[in-house]
């Protein structure tokens, strides 16, 4: 995909004009802002719309219907979950611990028009996200952590019919001996499009070996 730019984007991903112009738009705010408060890795702006655009727009035929929330954990730039949410995907939560990247997610939803709620807000260890978050029924998370620490981070906001869509590198594998561990789950495993050593997991039925059940 040498060379990929957002007319490759819109002809692959079968966005609309209007909806391309939009992730253009995205794109330019980003280059802006990237300097500033490093959003992606400066290597990364070289391969933009493969490496980050791409990769996020590509959950968007995984993800089922649904009619609860979407959480993205740990946003930062906005990958995936910006990106789905001016795809059409509705009612998305982005959920970011870092005060000045939660700006610049406000700032480009509010320049593209996007119906996103940014929550500024630590998960895992002591933070309580059932006060402030509703419960999801879609969970994605993009180079955030290990899988057994991601899902210990969202077990708080899931419920029976909670889908988690994760991207993961090379290391899979590992990552998926530690997590049955602590973990039960249904696993499909899809290859990325975007990365040939990435793999997208989507699990469904997840349960905390030992643990409580999540309410329905």
């Not at 969970?139 to 620490?149: D, E």
């Amino acid at each position: 995909m040498a060379g990929y730019g957002s007319e490759d984007f819109a002809r692959d991903a079968n966005v609309s004009r209007e909806t391309c112009e939009r992730l253009e738009l995205y794109a330019e705010l980003l280059k802006q802002w990237n300097p500033r408060i490093n959003l992606v890795s400066r290597d990364s702006l070289r391969d933009l719309w493969r490496r980050h655009f791409v990769d996020s727009a590509q959950l968007h035929e995984m993800i089922p219907d649904y009619d609860g929330a979407l959480v993205d954990l740990g946003s930062g730039a906005g990958f995936p979950g910006l990106v789905l949410a001016i795809m059409g995907l509705a009612n998305v939560h982005l959920i970011e611990a870092n005060l000045r990247k939660c700006t610049f997610l406000r700032e480009v939803a509010r320049r593209t028009d996007s119906m996103v709620t940014v929550h500024n807000i630590r998960l895992g260890d002591e933070a309580d996200p059932g006060q402030k978050l509703p419960k999801a029924e879609i969970i994605t998370a993009r180079a955030v952590s290990q899988l057994v620490n991601v899902l210990d981070i969202a077990y708080p906001l899931m419920y029976d019919r909670t889908c988690c869509i994760f991207h993961k590198g090379s290391r899979v594998d590992e990552e998926l001996n530690i997590a049955r561990e602590q973990w039960r789950f249904e696993l499909e495993r899809i290859a990325s499009i975007s990365d040939p050593s990435g793999t997208i997991l989507r699990l469904r039925n997840i349960r905390r070996l030992g643990g409580v059940e999540v309410e329905d």
